[in-house]
């Protein structure tokens, strides 16, 4: 089983107490996914910027703990803002044949990510088994480095290498939520979603991905536990490692938020909601509470950052609402996105 799979076991609350840290999912897996769940489902996506450093995961994850205490969560994780272009930098520098720069860039990745564990603070029966995941993968990435001479770098190099962000950055979470008393495992997505072999910009099979998705993460769900999924990544059918292209986090929210039939998908992110304008340079911006799809679709159109342009078609399919808040400002009510409702200002 890979290490995204690890597994530990709830309590009859589902959370864990430090002697159930640690244990095994068996029991979780054996599951089966035809039992109906006990609650709604919503899924949480954090953007980078929610997540940098030990501070903001852990306000993120009791956002989490909030929520889960009526309502059955996924998280759907980006990499730590910065990291995934620090991470292309490493494969230029491969591609360059400057290995030592690229080792040297390496380490400072890795270290950021073990530094953030260590400033969670956690009990030394939870830190060491992330930390182990941690070293693991880091050793991953520098198998990436040859010993000497140049190595061949493609598209499929830079999608293997770019999802180590999202790798480290699930376990952090995880770990986060854990400090808070919330039972959560790490879940790569490259385990479910299935995509074609357009590396640095592969579209999934949905519905294998929905087949394949619940699988995996029902009985986590149906068993009280948090699954903290990687976004932006996925895999071929011979298990090679691709991405959804730059910016695709939001997709891979709405994409396994449609998995799993969550009623809402909520996009936490670093302003209040949309706006008519950019609120960072237009005083005269103003903050929209409602928007159908079709309302959000036409401000996507006109240039505004609104959503990724694949998150809306999928949130109609099933009638999903969409939300964007700030993660900073979890006071504000954000904006809803879904199906007949009449775009209004704040």
């Given at each position: 089983?890979?290490?995204?799979?690890?597994?530990?076991?709830?309590?009859?609350?589902?959370?864990?107490?430090?002697?159930?840290?640690?244990a095994?999912?068996?029991?979780?897996?054996?599951?089966t996914?035809?039992?109906?769940?006990?609650?709604?489902?919503?899924?949480?996506?954090?953007?980078?910027?929610?997540?940098?450093?030990?501070?903001?995961?852990?306000?993120?994850?009791?956002?989490?703990?909030?929520?889960?205490?009526?309502?059955?969560?996924?998280?759907?994780?980006?990499?730590?803002?910065?990291?995934?272009?620090?991470?292309?930098?490493?494969?230029?520098?491969?591609?360059?044949g400057?290995?030592?720069?690229?080792?040297?860039?390496?380490?400072?990745?890795?270290?950021?990510?073990?530094?953030?564990?260590?400033?969670?603070?956690?009990?030394?029966?939870?830190?060491?088994?992330?930390?182990?995941e941690?070293?693991?993968?880091?050793?991953?990435?520098?198998?990436?480095?040859?010993?000497?001479?140049?190595?061949?770098?493609?598209?499929?190099?830079?999608?293997?290498?770019?999802?180590?962000?999202?790798?480290?950055?699930?376990?952090?979470?995880a770990?986060?939520?854990?400090?808070?008393?919330?039972?959560?495992?790490?879940?790569?997505?490259?385990?479910?979603?299935?995509?074609?072999?357009?590396?640095?910009?592969?579209?999934p099979?949905?519905?294998?991905?929905?087949?394949?998705?619940?699988?995996?993460?029902?009985?986590?769900?149906?068993?009280?536990?948090?699954?903290?999924?990687?976004?932006?990544?996925?895999?071929?059918?011979?298990?090679?490692?691709?991405?959804?292209?730059?910016?695709?986090?939001?997709?891979?929210?709405?994409?396994?938020?449609?998995?799993?039939?969550?009623?809402?998908?909520v996009?936490?992110?670093?302003v209040d909601?949309?706006?008519?304008a950019?609120p960072?340079?237009?005083?005269?911006?103003?903050?929209?509470?409602?928007?159908?799809?079709?309302?959000?679709?036409?401000l996507?159109?006109?240039?505004?950052?609104?959503l990724?342009?694949?998150?809306?078609?999928?949130?109609?399919?099933?009638?999903?609402?969409?939300?964007?808040?700030?993660?900073?400002?979890?006071?504000?009510?954000?904006?809803?996105i879904?199906?007949?409702?009449?775009?209004?200002?704040?």
């Amino acid at each position: 089983m890979s290490p995204e799979q690890q597994q530990v076991s709830p309590s009859a609350e589902g959370e864990l107490s430090p002697g159930q840290r640690g244990a095994t999912l068996e029991r979780v897996l054996s599951l089966t996914i035809e039992e109906e769940l006990p609650k709604e489902i919503i899924a949480f996506k954090f953007g980078g910027s929610s997540l940098l450093g030990a501070e903001r995961l852990l306000h993120a994850a009791s956002l989490v703990r909030d929520t889960a205490q009526a309502s059955s969560v996924v998280v759907i994780a980006s990499a730590m803002k910065g990291v995934t272009d620090r991470l292309i930098h490493f494969a230029h520098l491969l591609a360059e044949g400057r290995n030592d720069a690229a080792r040297k860039e390496g380490d400072a990745i890795v270290d950021l990510h073990l530094s953030t564990l260590s400033d969670l603070n956690l009990e030394l029966a939870d830190y060491e088994p992330v930390a182990g995941e941690l070293k693991l993968l880091s050793q991953d990435l520098f198998h990436e480095v040859p010993a000497r001479g140049r190595t061949l770098v493609d598209a499929a190099l830079f999608d293997r290498v770019s999802s180590f962000g999202e790798r480290f950055a699930v376990r952090l979470f995880a770990a986060a939520l854990l400090a808070n008393g919330i039972a959560a495992v790490p879940v790569s997505a490259s385990d479910f979603v299935l995509t074609c072999d357009s590396f640095r910009d592969a579209k999934p099979h949905l519905e294998l991905t929905r087949q394949r998705g619940r699988q995996v993460l029902l009985p986590l769900l149906q068993s009280g536990i948090v699954p903290v999924v990687t976004g932006f990544i996925g895999a071929t059918r011979d298990g090679r490692i691709t991405t959804l292209g730059r910016n695709s986090s939001d997709f891979s929210g709405a994409l396994i938020a449609h998995v799993v039939d969550a009623e809402e998908l909520v996009i936490w992110t670093d302003v209040d909601g949309v706006y008519t304008a950019n609120p960072r340079e237009s005083k005269e911006a103003k903050l929209l509470h409602e928007l159908s799809y079709d309302e959000a679709h036409a401000l996507a159109a006109s240039g505004a950052k609104v959503l990724h342009p694949h998150v809306l078609p999928l949130a109609a399919q099933t009638g999903m609402t969409v939300w964007i808040r700030n993660t900073f400002n979890p006071d504000a009510r954000g904006t809803r996105i879904g199906a007949q409702l009449n775009g209004g200002a704040a």
